[in-house]
């Protein structure tokens, strides 16, 4: 059975940095689409950052971009999100999310940020920022 065990998180204030982690159980780690979503209260759920860990090849939301960074550690079978600059609108329960890379296929060799397309998902982990 497939498992994804967040961690991180917490409060920080405006301007600081935090990482999330996500760590996988049970699935083969290779050609997997990982990323993560968050969603903020009264708010829609959004992709925030995806990573092909067959690749590397990653895609960020454009308001992340050039703050968070995802990246992957194979011998550990996690994926974590640092997130830099952080602002009170990045305050919201991050998840994490897991699929077969196969869905590559569907989206011109790219992880998509759609959320229905992830099968596995995390608990979520709350991410605060104060201003």
């Known amino acids: 059975q497939v498992q994804l065990v967040e961690s991180g998180g917490g409060s920080v204030q405006a301007g600081g940095s935090l990482r999330v982690s996500c760590a996988v159980y049970?699935?083969?780690?290779?050609?997997?689409?990982m990323g993560w979503f968050r969603q903020a209260p009264g708010k829609e759920r959004e992709g925030v950052a995806t990573i092909d860990t067959g690749s590397d090849r990653t895609f960020y939301e454009n308001s992340v971009k050039g703050r968070f960074t995802i990246s992957q550690d194979n011998a550990k079978n996690t994926v974590y999100l640092q997130m830099g600059s952080l602002q009170p609108e990045d305050t919201a329960t991050y998840y994490c999310?897991?699929?077969?890379?196969?869905?590559?296929?569907?989206?011109?060799?790219?992880?998509?940020?759609?959320?229905?397309?992830?099968?596995?998902w995390g608990r979520g982990t709350q991410v605060t920022v104060s201003s």
């Open positions: 049970g699935y083969t780690w290779t050609n997997m689409c």
């Open positions: 999310v897991a699929e077969s890379g196969g869905l590559k296929e569907e989206y011109g060799g790219s992880c998509p940020d759609r959320d229905y397309e992830y099968a596995y």
